[in-house]
């Protein structure tokens, strides 16, 4: 791969970034958040009945999951790697 090749890739990953809808991307977030929170939700229901450890950490961790798919679904747009990570280090962002 050349470097021209390189560029026209890097090209056309940023375009299509910047031509999906925020309607879109609340959409398919919100449908996550829900999935991902009933699915912990509901293994931490089995990990209380049945006494067990994994399905509450299953749990725990499905449930931050889902609260980050909350948080872009109220951005309208996708996290980067360091706001999903670490969200309590960043500031809140201004759209306007």
Do not use: C, K
């Given at each position: ?67 980050l ?20 280090r ?7």
């Amino acid at each position: 791969m050349t470097v021209d090749d390189r560029a026209t890739v890097s090209h056309r990953s940023r375009r299509a970034v910047r031509t999906r809808s925020r309607r879109t991307v609340r959409i398919v977030s919100g449908l996550l958040a829900v999935i991902w929170l009933a699915a912990g939700f509901a293994a931490i229901v089995v990990a209380v009945n049945t006494a067990r450890w994994l399905p509450a950490i299953v749990g725990v961790v499905a449930l931050w999951y889902g609260l980050l798919w909350v948080r872009v679904f109220g951005s309208g747009r996708q996290l980067t790697a360091r706001e999903a990570l670490m969200p309590w280090r960043i500031r809140s962002h201004s759209d306007g």
